[in-house]
């Protein structure tokens, strides 16, 4: 699980430990996993015109609704799209990702009964990553992307 996680999370179960729950308690429509499709992830060379990115889309399991995630860095920057300490919307605003550079933690905010819900998962991200000398924007760096092009991430917990 990714520590910074644990720590936003750590004062909201010590205050309330009834609001955090297993994933797989309560709800019916609660995600039980996220699919995960077509990761991968570009880190340019430094370049003023190349810029690295970062897509896959996400299924829940539960909703079954998909949703594209993904950003791109401005050109130049000279960065990884890995960021541990922000989570980025994906274009289900309900669905958001944080990428770490090895783990990926993917949220779904879903109603259950009335109430909003957040289901939180966190898994290690195999890759396979190779020098790309001319990707589609023109810049070399190095692409990584899934062997299989699928993978399946577990929920957590849900608050």
Known sequence: MHFSTILLLL????AAPALVR?????CSNAPSSF????????????????YSHISFEVIGSASNVSTQCGRSLPPGSGRSAADPDHYYSCSNANVTYLWDGSH??????????GVLET???NSSISTYCYPESAPVPGAPGTNCQT??????IPVLYVI
């Open 11 to 14: 004062p909201l179960a010590l």
């Open 35 to 50: 699919q995960i499709n077509g990761f991968g992830v570009f880190t340019a060379s430094p370049g003023p015109s190349s």
């Open 22 to 26: 297993r994933a797989g308690t309560g």
């Open 147 to 152: 062997p299989t092009g699928q993978i399946s």
């Open 119 to 121: 289901a939180f998962s």
């Open 104 to 113: 990926l933690a993917v949220t779904e905010i879903f109603s259950c009964n």
